[in-house]
């Protein structure tokens, strides 16, 4: 079984940057994607990676967000740029392109945009 460690959140002001990490126990999957939750509100898709280089973004964090990997420390990374206090939440990285609530869930890491 995979385990995922999520990294690299904080408290970051509206307009700053924040990278994030995944770093996976193993051999990354064919698709891998971030996923966030904000307090209240239901778990949804922010961004995705394949294997193949084909990548697919939240209409919420497209042109905000970037999404990256390295196979060679089974890693994988958000990069956010002019985040905003609705991007508030905790994010997890998983396989990509499966149902929610397929997944194990990891513990998250938090961000939160505010002045």
């Known amino acids: 079984q995979v385990k995922l460690v999520e990294s690299g959140g904080g408290l970051v002001q509206p307009g700053g940057s924040l990278r994030l990490s995944c770093a996976a126990s193993g051999s990354l999957w064919n698709a891998m994607a971030w996923y966030r939750q904000a307090p209240g509100q239901q778990r949804e898709f922010v961004a995705m990676?394949?294997?193949?280089?084909?990548?697919h973004f939240a209409d919420s964090v497209q042109g905000r967000f970037a999404i990256s990997q390295d196979n060679t420390r089974n890693t994988v990374y958000l990069q956010m740029n002019n985040l905003r206090p609705e991007d508030t939440a905790v994010y997890y990285c998983?396989?990509?392109?499966?149902?929610?609530?397929?997944?194990?869930w990891g513990q998250g890491t938090q961000v939160t945009v505010s002045s």
């Open positions: 998983n396989r990509g392109g499966l149902p929610l609530t397929s997944l194990t």
């Open positions: 990676i394949t294997s193949s280089g084909y990548k």
